[in-house]
Structures are given as C-alpha cells and as structure tokens.
C-alpha cells in the first residue's frame, strides 16, 4: 500500500484565488470526507454555513475586517458549534438535554475544529487553496446575527476555500523536538526558548516584521501588534457575551 502524504509537507495557506468555480459536487465531497471526522459520541454537534452569494460575502466582509478573501474567494465556509439540531432531537424524543454549559460549548467546538480541518485537507488533497479566518471568534457576535444562528449556535472558524492564483513560500515552523514531550512535560530552559526559536527569528521576514513595526524583537510584534493584550481581553468579552446569549453558560 503506498501513501500519498507529501501535499501535508508542502501545504502552505492560499489567500488570493482564480475566478475558477468550486463545483457543488466538488464542495459536497469535500463536507462528506469532512463529516467522516472522529466527533465526540458520534453526535456530530456542529453545523457547516455555506457562503457563495456575493452580497452576502460583501455582508460578511467587514465581520472579517475586511480581509480580501472573503469577497474574492468563491466558497466561504463558517463552522459553527451546534447543539441546536441535537437538542431538538433530544426534545422530541422525551429526552431531557442537559448541553447549555460550557463543556458542551467545548465538545461541540472540537468537533467543529476537526470537521474544519478535515475538509481543508480534502481541498489541499485535490489541489484546492484554503485560508482560515480567526476573526470568526473575534466578531462572533455580529457573524451570528448576520447569518441567523440560532440558540446553542457559536461560530468558531471559517475558511476561504478557491483555486489557488498565487503560489507563495512556505512559512518556517518550529522543529518537531520543539512541540514533542516524551512521556511527560519537559519544560524549556532559557536556551531551549533560544534555540527553538532562533531559525523563526533569523528569517529575513521576521527581520522585516520587526523593523517595519519599529520593535526589538519579533516576539513584541506579537505582542505590542499582533495579539494584543487589550484586543483579547476586548474579544474575550465579546465570546462569552456570545456563549451567554446562545445559551451555553448555565452551569
Ligand atoms: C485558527 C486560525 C485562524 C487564522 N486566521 C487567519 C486570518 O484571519 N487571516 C489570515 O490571513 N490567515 C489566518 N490564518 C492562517 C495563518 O496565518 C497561517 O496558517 C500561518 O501563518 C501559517 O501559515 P501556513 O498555513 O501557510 O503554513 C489562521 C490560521 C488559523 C489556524
């Protein structure tokens, strides 16, 4: 039996696209392989938003501060933790749901995560682009009112999803002995932070984050501009505003 895995290593996020449709058979497949995930129990709490009309991806825009792919891309993909359908169910069937707690919100966003990721392989799979969105959880409140989500419904990530116009270099990642812990934890010694983390910062990009921002060190790029801790502080507020609302924090 021979694997075909390659397309992992060289995987790189797309965020400009041809005009070229994603067919709906082609986006079918790519939800069917996706709903294949592993999800807690089998339940598959999550709920999949298709966005392909363009007004409503100009609606969305700004609820992703306007970044370009939201228009440009042909498929918007928002990835909702859902309990909503599965609390039906449960309802009808003299069953007496017990999931409008934070755990559940948990449960039901892992498996909104895997099924995402599932289909952002498919796509690399077949040659596809993907970006993913964060700013889904940053206006979570604004996308659940514009795309009419219902009580146990919390959107926690999107992707764009087109044929790829632009073929950039892959960005580094930390070594795998960065991330691995055999057995146990083993925490990071001072030269471990440095060495783990020397060959990101020597790139000629990162040089240049840290210029054009005017910092020290690219580590303050991240946080002085980047992920700030006013701004998470903010968008924290705002998501459990959002779990409050769509029921989810009664425990
Ligand atoms: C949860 C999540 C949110 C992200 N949000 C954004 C985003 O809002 N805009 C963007 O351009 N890229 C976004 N990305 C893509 C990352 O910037 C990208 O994966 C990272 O820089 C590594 O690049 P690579 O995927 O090409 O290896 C996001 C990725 C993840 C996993």
Not at 57 to 86: G, I, W, Y
Not at 112 to 120: I, K, R
Not at 146 to 168: C, F
Not at 233 to 241: A, C, G, R, T, V
Request: proline fraction near 4%; charge should be negative; include cysteine.
């Amino acid at each position: 039996m021979t694997y075909n895995t390659d397309f992992l290593l060289e995987r790189r996020t797309i965020r400009k696209y041809t005009q070229e449709p994603v067919g709906d058979d082609l986006l079918n497949d790519l939800i069917k392989e996706g709903c294949r995930s592993s999800t807690t129990g089998n339940m598959q709490v999550y709920s999949i938003i298709v966005t392909r009309d363009e007004d409503r991806k100009r609606e969305l825009s700004p609820l992703h501060f306007n970044q370009k792919m939201v228009t440009e891309a042909p498929v918007v993909l928002t990835f909702c933790a859902d309990f909503n359908r599965f609390n039906k169910w449960c309802i009808l069937n003299n069953a007496s749901p017990g999931y409008d707690n934070f755990l559940s919100f948990m449960t039901a966003a892992i498996d909104a995560l895997l099924v995402a990721q599932t289909v952002c392989i498919a796509a690399e799979a077949r040659g596809l682009g993907i970006c993913y969105l964060g700013t889904t959880t940053y206006m979570a409140h604004k996308i659940a009112v514009m795309l009419k989500l219902p009580m146990g419904v919390v959107p926690v990530t999107t992707i764009t999803l087109g044929w790829p116009a632009e073929d950039p270099g892959q960005p580094d990642r930390l070594p795998p002995e960065a991330v691995i812990h055999r057995e146990i934890y083993s925490d990071y010694s001072d030269s471990d932070i440095e060495r783990f983390y020397s060959e990101k910062e020597g790139r000629e990009d990162s040089c240049q984050f840290v210029r054009e921002n005017n910092k020290s060190s690219l580590a303050q790029v991240f946080t002085d501009i980047r992920y700030k801790k006013e701004d998470n502080i903010n968008f924290s507020k705002i998501l459990l505003q959002v779990l409050k609302d769509q029921g989810f924090m009664n425990q």
